[in-house]
């Protein structure tokens, strides 16, 4: 019989198995491992599962992939907002699959994401301050239009095609003992959350926010949404105002804890990603090893695992923030 906790997730653990079978292949099976030279520097045992080898340098393809594989027929133009990777992601599936799409982006996006996105086929509207202006935009625009408005964390199939990535790290031959997660709308979290409490409960599953942009942070631990007026923090992915109802409940039963980092811990953690992994990482893709960093203690002497979800940087980015000495 099922439990009343179980009724409650709307992710499902069949649903993510059949996305790990279904979602283009050259999306999954990142490498995963674990380096002695990082770990020597954090003080624990740290397994790094880099996403961005692959076509569009970030996880956001897997969920992307196997949502527009769920897509109902009949669809022929869906509308998004994104500051960059999952507009890159939707851009893959949609091309692939002769789909019309929009994107809106926030006037201050990446403008290399920007080009990115165009480059696989997506029309880019920017405007609003921030991300969350934008996807009010995208919503009202879809709506006016007719398209299908597809929203980052709303959309159930986005977290299962995200939950392969717990699939994959359920397979490291020892138990961990936590799993940092980057944690933006959500879907990362709430897929490799859904999968890792159903096979590994003893594993900790802990996202970690932007302190510029906490947020998610507030929501989570108050239950419910807490909206902030701006956000200030350099982890574009990260940079949520406004929470997602449905998100939050997907995090409410796998999730034991969300961690703030700051945006220097972050470039910190960049920069020991370059020297000791040779793996260039966007500032919302390192925010895990920045909570390995920043909560040395906490984590000292344990096996960890993270998601490195990201690496679409400019020139400009890459080398302020790799080369240019931390103010």
Not at 183 to 191: E, H, V
């Amino acid at each position: 019989m099922m439990t009343k906790r179980e009724a409650k997730l709307r992710l499902s653990l069949g649903n993510i198995e059949e996305a790990s079978r279904v979602i283009n292949p050259i999306l999954t099976g990142s490498p995963q491992f674990s380096s002695d030279s990082l770990n020597n520097q954090l003080g624990l045992e740290l397994v790094c599962k880099v996403e961005t080898l692959n076509p569009i340098r970030s996880f956001k393809g897997r969920g992307a992939d196997y949502f527009v594989h769920k897509l109902e027929r009949g669809v022929e133009w869906i509308v998004c907002a994104s500051a960059g990777n999952f507009g890159q992601g939707l851009g893959y599936a949609a091309r692939n699959r002769q789909l019309r799409l929009t994107v809106f982006a926030a006037e201050t996006a990446n403008p290399m994401k920007i080009e990115q996105m165009r480059r696989l086929g997506a029309e880019v509207v920017t405007t609003g301050h921030d991300f969350d202006a934008a996807k009010e935009a995208a919503r009202f625009y879809a709506e006016k239009n007719g398209a299908l408005f597809v929203e980052d964390g709303r959309e159930v199939a986005l977290a299962e095609g995200a939950g392969t990535i717990g699939l994959e790290l359920s397979r490291w031959p020892k138990p961990l003992d936590a799993v940092l997660v980057p944690l933006g709308n959500g879907a990362l979290l709430a897929g490799l959350g859904r999968w890792m409490k159903a096979v590994s409960p003893q594993t900790k599953v802990i996202g970690v926010c932007a302190a510029g942009a906490p947020a998610m942070e507030r929501s989570w631990r108050a239950g419910r949404i807490v909206i902030t007026e701006q956000v200030d923090t350099i982890a574009d992915g990260l940079a949520v105002r406004i929470p997602i109802e449905e998100a939050l409940d997907d995090l409410r039963f796998v999730v034991d804890d969300v961690l703030l980092v700051d945006d220097r811990t972050i470039l910190q953690a960049m920069r020991l990603l370059l020297s000791e992994l040779d793996v260039v990482i966007e500032p919302s893709g390192a925010a895990g090893v920045a909570a390995a960093v920043a909560y040395h203690e906490r984590f000292a002497d344990k096996l960890v695992a993270t998601v490195l979800c990201g690496g679409n940087l400019t020139e400009d980015q890459t080398r302020r923030w790799f080369f240019e000495k931390v103010q």
